[in-house]
C-alpha cells in the first residue's frame, strides 16, 4: 500500500531508480567488492578470494528479500548485508567479507555513490532550464513591459533581462551543486575512529585503493564517518536551487493573475480541469506545485545542520535522519526541476495584455526620465524632482497623462518642447543598456557548460 506521495506522484523514474532499495542495496555490495579487491591487491587476503568476493557482490547474487530476513533477526542493516554476501561466496571466501572495515565505511561511501549519481541528474537538468532561458532570453530581448518594485509599477524591463536573470542564476546554482558534490562524494574505508588500525600498516593504502576503484576522492580525514559538514554543503545547494525554482514559478503565477495576464504556463482546453466547482478556472498549478514542494527541500537545512554534530567520533542520530532526507531531497529537487523545464518550455505570451500593462499608469512609469531629461537640459535635479513628482500626483489623481500635464507646467516649458516629451513618454525606448546586458550575458554563457 502506497503512503508517500513520492511513491506515486512526485518524482521522476531516472531519479527514484538510483535511491530505490534494490540499488542503494548494489551501490553498498560496491564498496565491499572494492574492499576486497584493495585486500587482494595488497596482499591482505588471497587474491582468489578477493575475487569471488567481488563477483558475488551483486544483487544478481545477494537478494534484497534475504538481506530483509537476516536484519529482522541481526536489527543491523550492514551485518546483514555482511552475511547475506558471505552466504553466497564459494568456499571460504565469505569468511573475509567487510575485512578491517566498519559499518559506516560501508554506509558513507555508498551514499557518495548514490549523492554523485544524482548530482549528475540534477546538473544535467539545470543545464537544460539554464539554456531555455538563455533561448527565451534571446527571443525576448526587445520585449518591453513593466517592471515592478514592492507590487508597484516601477520602470519598464524586458522579458529578456528577466529571462536572463534567471539564467544567471541558474548556473551560479550548478556551480554550487558541482562545488558541494566533489566535496561530499568522498570514499572512505578507515574503520572504526577512523585510524585503519584492524588493516594494519597497510590501512591507509587501502582507503586511498578503494577510492581508486570507485573512482572517487579519498577522504582526507574521518573518526569513523564522513564529515557532516559536507553534507550540509549538498542539502544547502539543493535547497538554494530550490529557492530559484521557487522564485521563478512564484513570478509566473504573480504574472499570470487575471488582472495582469502576460505570461502563464500552458493549459490543454481539451483535457485539463482548472476546478472542480468553477468550469472556467485555468490555474497555475505547475507553478503553484513547485512553490509547495520547494517548501520542502528547504526545509531539510536545519535537519543537515543538526546532522553535524555528534557524540565524540561519532553516534547514530544522523543516520535515521539521513535515510530520509538524501533520497527526498534529492528525488524532490529533481522533480520541481523537472517542473520547471516543463513550464519554462510552454510558456504562454499575452502580448497585448504587455503593452496594455506598459501603459497602465498613464505614463507614470516614465516620471524618471522626465526628471533625468529636465536634469540634463539644465534643471537642477532637485527642483526637477519636485516638479515631476507634483505632476505624477496630479496625474494618478485626477486620471489624466503625465505627459500633458507636465507641458502645461511653464517651468517644464523653458526646457522641454512637445517633440521632446512626447519622445520622452515612449516606454518602449527607456530599457538602458537591456539589450547590450542580455547580449554580452548570452555571449558570457557559451563557456558556462
Not at 126 to 145: P, Q, R
Request: aromatic fraction near 6%; include cysteine; charge should be negative.
Amino acid at each position: 500500500m502506497a503512503i508517500h506521495p513520492i511513491e506515486f506522484r512526485y518524482g521522476t523514474p531516472e531519479m527514484k531508480a538510483v535511491w530505490e532499495t534494490k540499488n542503494k542495496l548494489q551501490r553498498m555490495l560496491d564498496v565491499e567488492s572494492a574492499l576486497a579487491q584493495a585486500e587482494g591487491k595488497l596482499g591482505i587476503i588471497p587474491q582468489e578470494v578477493a575475487d569471488e568476493i567481488a563477483k558475488k557482490a551483486n544483487t544478481d547474487y545477494v537478494k534484497e528479500e534475504r538481506v530483509n530476513e537476516i536484519e529482522k533477526a541481526t536489527k543491523h542493516d550492514i551485518g546483514a548485508l555482511i552475511k547475506g554476501l558471505g552466504e553466497v561466496c564459494d568456499n571460504d571466501a565469505g569468511e573475509y567479507v567487510h575485512f578491517g572495515a566498519t559499518s559506516n565505511d560501508v554506509v558513507d561511501t555508498s551514499n557518495s555513490l548514490l549523492i554523485k549519481d544524482s548530482a549528475e541528474i540534477i546538473k544535467d537538468k539545470i543545464k537544460t532550464l539554464t539554456e531555455i532561458m538563455l533561448k527565451l532570453a534571446e527571443e525576448n530581448i526587445d520585449k518591453v513591459a513593466v517592471g515592478r518594485t514592492h507590487g508597484q509599477h516601477a520602470l519598464p524591463i524586458t522579458y529578456g533581462m528577466k529571462f536572463g536573470l534567471w539564467a544567471d542564476e541558474l548556473h551560479r546554482q550548478y556551480e554550487r551543486v558541482n562545488h558541494a558534490e566533489q566535496n561530499v562524494c568522498v570514499a572512505m574505508v578507515d574503520g572504526a575512529v577512523g585510524t585503519t588500525a584492524a588493516l594494519g600498516e597497510q590501512g591507509w593504502e587501502i582507503h586511498k585503493t578503494v577510492a581508486e576503484i570507485l573512482e572517487l576522492p579519498a577522504a582526507s580525514i574521518t573518526n569513523q564517518v564522513v564529515q557532516r559538514d559536507n553534507h550540509v554543503e549538498f542539502i544547502m545547494a539543493l535547497a538554494n536551487l530550490a529557492s530559484t525554482l521557487d522564485k521563478i514559478a512564484l513570478e509566473i503565477r504573480n504574472l499570470q493573475r487575471t488582472e495582469l495576464m502576460e505570461v502563464g504556463e500552458y493549459f490543454d482546453p481539451e483535457k485539463q480541469m482548472g476546478s472542480s466547482t468553477m468550469p472556467h478556472k485555468m490555474n497555475p498549478i505547475t507553478a503553484e506545485r513547485i512553490c509547495g514542494v520547494a517548501r520542502i527541500v528547504k526545509s531539510f537545512v536545519n535537519a543537515a545542520l543538526d546532522n553535524n554534530p555528534l557524540w565524540h567520533e561519532r553516534d547514530l542520530t544522523n543516520s535515521s535522519c539521513e535515510r530520509i532526507m538524501f533520497p527526498e531531497s534529492c528525488i524532490l529537487t529533481d522533480y520541481i526541476l523537472n517542473l520547471t523545464i516543463k513550464l519554462m518550455s510552454n510558456l504562454v505570451f499575452y502580448d497585448e495584455n504587455i503593452e496594455r500593462n506598459l501603459n497602465l499608469t498613464n505614463g507614470l512609469i516614465m516620471a524618471e526620465r522626465l526628471m533625468a531629461e529636465l536634469t540634463r537640459s539644465g534643471m537642477g535635479k532637485q527642483t526637477a524632482y519636485g516638479i515631476v513628482r507634483k505632476n505624477a500626483i496630479k496625474a494618478k489623481k485626477e486620471d489624466k497623462l503625465l505627459g500633458d500635464l507636465i507641458l502645461e507646467d511653464e517651468e517644464v516649458q523653458k526646457y522641454l518642447t512637445e517633440e521632446d516629451v512626447e519622445a520622452i513618454m515612449n516606454p518602449h525606448t527607456y530599457i538602458g543598456s537591456s539589450k547590450i546586458i542580455v547580449e554580452e550575458l548570452i555571449e558570457k554563457s557559451k563557456d558556462w557548460f
